[in-house]
């Protein structure tokens, strides 16, 4: 194990993980360079090195200087209305190539670990009769899931031709204070009382509250048990919808308004509206299996669901008024 002095440096350090991810580091008190994008980014890691865009030809030298191990979570997540020309190439020019170039330079240094925040849309996009685990043969179906699996297989292959350590994590939907997308809408939608058609969706979700997964990444940094692993995380308490409506209802002091509605009529008038997506991650299962983070790296998610959505309540509570 490397000693506490050894640096982190971390991509995406201002993003929703990213900022976990600091706090995190900061309280094991590890050295930290956070690579940022722009030299009017702000953050709160010691030491900062700008890099400008993550692509290709990033040149990631400088910030590699004097570094242990990365953590590498910035990535073209998902774009709204993407009016890009060729979507996927955009995806891969950062999720891929990007990945690639910061692999590559990283082995040069002599970096001896890389961790990649991967996604479980590498797994694909729902389950039926079992979790998803590690050994699964990847079935991504759009390009954030596609261009994650072949940044995967990139990053392992230069693992075995350089040596570097490459962990790799495959979180489902992320939670907790700063989240944003459709969870801060379902948030906004229950704090107004607007009745909500999903109190006859019988489905199953992970989750993993985004300091829990912040401290699986810390710890995935130094375990030797992780060198070349892949590993799914979540919290391992998994939700319906409905389930999940009424428990941040309650952090909220508000009943949950669930009207009951086929989830068949709902996924269609979802459908005629554009929004077909989102009725199927409201409906359908996505269960993950993480022992196996568990069994070899001891790990454990340091807060309950419970807690995670009442941080998430409050940190809403706050931002709002």
Not at 148 to 160: D, N, P, T
Not at 233 to 242: H, K, L, R
Not at 277 to 294: K, N, P, Y
Request: a positive charge.
């Amino acid at each position: 194990m490397p000693p506490n002095n050894s640096r982190i440096l971390v991509t995406g350090a201002t993003g929703f993980v990213g900022q976990a991810l600091l706090a995190r580091l900061k309280d094991s008190e590890r050295p930290v360079r956070a690579a940022l994008r722009s030299p009017t980014s702000i953050c709160a890691a010691g030491e900062n090195a700008v890099v400008g865009h993550i692509g290709p030809d990033t040149d990631w030298r400088q910030a590699l200087q004097n570094v242990d191990s990365v953590v590498h979570l910035a990535a073209r997540t998902h774009v709204l209305d993407d009016s890009h020309a060729d979507p996927l190439a955009a995806y891969r020019d950062i999720n891929v190539l990007g990945s690639v170039r910061l692999a590559q330079q990283a082995a040069a240094a002599g970096v001896r670990r890389l961790v990649f925040l991967s996604s479980v849309k590498v797994n694909g996009e729902g389950t039926a009769l079992s979790p998803f685990t590690e050994t699964d043969v990847p079935a991504p179906l759009d390009a954030y899931g596609i261009t994650k699996l072949e940044a995967e297989i990139a990053l392992r292959r230069i693992g075995v031709e350089t040596g570097l350590e490459i962990v790799i994590l495959r979180p489902p939907l992320v939670y907790g204070p700063g989240v944003k997308g459709n969870l801060l809408r379902l948030l906004d939608l229950i704090d107004r009382g607007i009745p909500l058609p999903l109190a006859s969706i019988r489905n199953q979700r992970s989750l993993v509250n985004v300091d829990n997964l912040a401290d699986a990444i810390a710890c995935c940094v130094d375990a030797p048990a992780a060198a070349g692993a892949t590993y799914m995380v979540s919290d391992g308490e998994d939700v319906s919808t409905p389930g999940l409506v009424g428990k941040l209802a309650a952090a909220m002091g508000r009943s949950p308004r669930l009207l009951p509605c086929p989830p068949a009529l709902l996924t269609f008038g979802a459908a005629m509206l554009g929004k077909h997506a989102l009725a199927l991650r409201l409906t359908g299962s996505l269960v993950v299996d993480s022992s196996r983070i568990r069994q070899d790296l001891s790990w454990q998610p340091r807060s309950s669901l419970d807690q995670g959505l009442k941080a998430m309540v409050r940190w809403y509570h706050r931002d709002k008024f």
